[in-house]
């Protein structure tokens, strides 16, 4: 009985060193055929497996809109990211390499040309004094035929010769062009790879923050975040329907640039999850970005905006008072490329807001207008301004 439970604490010991030994195994398989990684790098199955990648973030983009699907697309934008990395990092290292290796050709090859081209003047300059020699100035300086025949052998030989050190610079400098040319495209190749790294680090550092932002304006809830993505939605279907003349809409009368025409809401309401003030421009009923319109001004931040900075390049003044907060940009924002407003049109407005003040300013003459449509089960209230020559500017989440 004794002798059995030895055999079986001894099979068990086996059994669980060919555990861990198959787990490692596996381990060090899986590691082994990662293209990615420098040890086992094959830049086809790299550009694959992000291509892989890639595919599978796309089919991502019809699922569902929840909280954890969307952190699992930004891991997913993660994880393509550092890959590119690490395709150009090896890349980089591999030109680099490539590159120190050429410049040891090239100084060998520089040696060899530089010693060919002092063999190649001293043998021009030697012929040079033969090829003057004629003939019968030959057979007159020689003792004797047999002496000139062998004078003869000899300039043959020497021409012979200089046609071969001729060759053989020709040969070398060519070779030596070739491996500076070389040198200098994979100098400018490794440049490009540079520049690309530095966008893909930059795009990398933005996945981590739009993610850390996810999580901090949602409160990494589920409830939060629906709430959250069906006001945007909301508030999208009603701007559309404003811009098709939805809205109901009563005349106030004429107004002066820089007026104070209303007040944004402060907190949450209708269509709106915080204090903000929607500002769009339409021209003829049809969308403008209005960066184009207003003026470059000192922007205080840009309180959850990840598609931020950008710039502006208008004459207009802004419809709220410094120091001025962004929210979001106009079209394609992050926002709007990680599902709360179809694309296109994306986000119709910039999202703005005040610390000092919840006045709202026009920011052109015109005539002034009342409006509200229903939104999220409530009612968006918002004003507008016509300014008579195409263009007008709508404020919305406002109270007059």
Same mark, same amino acid.
């Given at each position: 009985?004794?002798?059995?439970?030895?055999?079986?604490?001894?099979?068990?010991?086996?059994?669980?060193?060919?555990?861990?030994?198959?787990?490692?195994?596996?381990?060090?398989?899986?590691?082994?055929?990662?293209?990615?990684?420098?040890?086992?790098?094959?830049?086809?199955?790299?550009?694959?497996?992000?291509?892989?990648?890639?595919?599978?973030?796309?089919?991502?983009?019809?699922?569902?809109?929840?909280?954890?699907?969307?952190? $699992?697309?930004?891991?997913? %934008? +993660?994880?393509?990211? !550092? /890959? #590119?990395? @690490?395709?150009? &990092?090896? *890349?980089? =290292?591999?030109?680099?390499?490539?590159?120190?290796?050429?410049?040891?050709?090239?100084?060998?090859?520089?040696?060899?040309?530089?010693?060919?081209?002092?063999?190649?003047?001293?043998?021009?300059?030697?012929?040079?004094?033969?090829?003057?020699?004629?003939?019968?100035?030959?057979?007159?300086?020689?003792?004797?035929?047999?002496?000139?025949?062998?004078?003869?052998?000899?300039?043959?030989?020497?021409?012979?010769?200089?046609?071969?050190?001729?060759?053989?610079?020709?040969?070398?400098?060519?070779?030596?062009?070739?491996?500076?040319? $070389?040198?200098?495209?994979? %100098? +400018?190749?490794?440049? !490009? /790879? #540079?520049? @690309?790294?530095? &966008?893909? *680090?930059? =795009?990398?550092?933005?996945?981590?923050?739009?993610?850390?932002?996810?999580?901090?304006?949602?409160?990494?809830?589920?409830?939060?975040?629906?709430?959250?993505?069906?006001?945007?939605?909301?508030?999208?279907?009603?701007?559309?329907?404003?811009?098709?003349?939805?809205?109901?809409?009563?005349?106030?009368?004429?107004?002066?640039?820089?007026?104070?025409?209303?007040?944004?809401?402060?907190?949450?309401?209708?269509?709106?999850?915080?204090?903000?003030?929607?500002?769009?421009?339409?021209?003829?009923?049809?969308?403008?970005?209005?960066?184009?319109?207003?003026?470059?001004?000192?922007?205080?931040?840009?309180?959850?905006?990840?598609?931020?900075?950008?710039?502006?390049?208008?004459?207009?003044?802004?419809?709220?008072?410094?120091?001025?907060?962004?929210?979001?940009?106009?079209?394609?924002?992050?926002?709007?490329?990680?599902?709360?407003?179809?694309?296109?049109?994306?986000?119709?407005?910039?999202?703005?807001?005040?610390?000092?003040?919840?006045?709202?300013?026009?920011?052109?003459?015109?005539?002034?207008?009342?409006?509200?449509?229903?939104?999220?089960?409530?009612?968006?209230?918002?004003?507008?301004?016509?300014?008579?020559?195409?263009?007008?500017?709508?404020?919305?989440?406002?109270?007059?």
């Amino acid at each position: 009985m004794r002798l059995f439970k030895i055999i079986s604490f001894v099979l068990l010991g086996i059994f669980f060193l060919f555990l861990v030994h198959s787990s490692s195994l596996l381990t060090a398989i899986h590691a082994d055929n990662d293209p990615c990684q420098q040890s086992t790098y094959d830049s086809v199955g790299c550009q694959n497996q992000i291509n892989n990648y890639q595919k599978q973030l796309d089919a991502a983009r019809g699922q569902e809109k929840t909280l954890q699907s969307q952190l $699992d697309f930004i891991d997913a %934008q +993660t994880k393509i990211t !550092e /890959l #590119k990395i @690490q395709n150009a &990092s090896f *890349q980089i =290292q591999k030109l680099n390499s490539e590159i120190t290796d050429l410049s040891g050709r090239i100084d060998r090859l520089s040696t060899s040309v530089d010693s060919l081209t002092k063999v190649l003047l001293d043998r021009i300059v030697r012929t040079y004094k033969y090829s003057n020699i004629s003939p019968l100035d030959l057979l007159f300086s020689s003792n004797g035929f047999s002496d000139a025949l062998e004078r003869l052998k000899y300039i043959q030989v020497v021409q012979a010769h200089d046609k071969q050190v001729l060759y053989q610079f020709q040969a070398a400098k060519q070779n030596f062009d070739d491996q500076k040319t $070389d040198k200098v495209t994979r %100098q +400018t190749q490794a440049e !490009e /790879l #540079k520049k @690309q790294l530095d &966008s893909y *680090q930059a =795009q990398l550092d933005s996945d981590k923050a739009a993610k850390a932002q996810l999580l901090r304006i949602t409160q990494d809830n589920e409830t939060v975040y629906q709430q959250k993505l069906q006001a945007a939605l909301s508030e999208q279907e009603a701007i559309l329907a404003i811009l098709g003349g939805g809205g109901s809409e009563v005349s106030v009368g004429p107004v002066h640039q820089g007026d104070v025409i209303s007040h944004f809401i402060i907190g949450p309401s209708p269509c709106s999850s915080g204090s903000h003030l929607h500002f769009e421009v339409h021209q003829n009923n049809s969308l403008v970005n209005p960066t184009g319109l207003l003026s470059n001004t000192s922007i205080n931040k840009w309180d959850n905006s990840p598609d931020s900075p950008f710039s502006f390049s208008g004459s207009w003044p802004w419809p709220v008072q410094q120091p001025i907060d962004i929210e979001q940009g106009f079209g394609n924002t992050w926002w709007a490329q990680h599902g709360w407003y179809t694309n296109p049109p994306g986000h119709t407005g910039i999202d703005i807001y005040s610390e000092s003040s919840t006045e709202v300013l026009a920011v052109h003459d015109g005539n002034l207008s009342v409006g509200s449509i229903s939104c999220g089960g409530g009612t968006l209230h918002y004003v507008k301004v016509d300014h008579g020559d195409g263009y007008s500017s709508y404020y919305l989440h406002t109270l007059r």
